[in-house]
């Protein structure tokens, strides 16, 4: 079945150092695209979302690119921080239930 | 803290129990959204509301499962005859419902059932 999927499990990065975390997916139908950031007993934080007409957004510290060619989503983030660890959701939907990925967790080593 | 309140924050109950969950959501917006959370998964989608009407559901809400959202602001879940397969992160989040649109999280109810 159609599904999203995250390449890397978990990712270790030195503070200060630039992340990159990577998101598969497979549902062609799909035009709206969130990264979310869930710490350890909290719901997911929305960090970044992307509209299936750009292939590039940038927030605070943070830019997601899109890729529809091969169904690709990445979340930059620059100088990364310890505040940073968590895992990150990607998450897709064609029309309003959010289908979520595995997720990736992201270790910031000082 | 995304405006989103879910109460309560834990449950334990036994195999069997009926338990409810409460969700809040941020005052101004119509939809609100439940989802559930194993652990080391990502949250899957169980219902969905526009104002009072629920307008969509997903397999996973088996017939154990119901949703309501009376009035179109607060939105309870209930869970009959509780099985251990339950345990699970359940979340809610609402949006702003005018188009496919950002979801704000709240902090989720985590239920464990004996």
């Known amino acids: 079945g159609e599904s999203v999927g995250l390449h890397l499990p978990t990712l270790s990065v030195q503070e200060g150092d630039n992340s990159i975390i990577n998101c598969a997916y497979s549902n062609s139908a799909s035009d709206y695209f969130i990264w979310y950031k869930q710490e350890s007993g909290k719901g997911p934080q929305f960090i970044i979302d992307i509209r299936s007409n750009m292939d590039k957004r940038q927030g605070q510290r943070v830019t997601v690119l899109l890729n529809k060619t091969v169904k690709h989503l990445s979340l930059q983030i620059a100088a990364t921080q310890p505040g940073d660890s968590a895992v990150y959701f990607c998450?897709?939907?064609?029309?309003?239930?959010?289908?979520f990925g595995k997720g990736t967790s992201l270790l910031v080593t000082p | 803290d995304t405006g989103v309140s879910q109460d309560p924050r834990h449950k334990i109950t036994k195999r069997g129990q009926n338990v409810t969950f409460r969700c809040d959501p941020i005052?101004?917006?119509?939809?609100l959204y439940w989802y559930r959370q194993t652990l080391g998964q990502g949250p899957e989608f169980l219902t969905y509301?526009?104002?009072?009407?629920?307008?969509?559901k997903s397999r996973l809400l088996s017939d154990r499962f119901s949703a309501e959202r009376p009035k179109g602001s607060f939105s309870t879940l209930e869970i009959q005859r509780t099985e251990q397969g339950d345990s699970a992160m359940y979340l809610c989040?609402?949006?702003?419902?005018?188009?496919?649109?950002?979801?704000?999280f709240g902090p989720g109810t985590r239920l464990t059932v004996l």
């Open positions: 998450a897709e939907t064609p029309g309003y239930a959010l289908n």
């Open positions: 509301f526009q104002n009072e009407a629920q307008l969509e």
């Open positions: 005052s101004e917006h119509n939809r």
């Open positions: 989040a609402s949006s702003l419902g005018t188009s496919v649109d950002e979801q704000f």
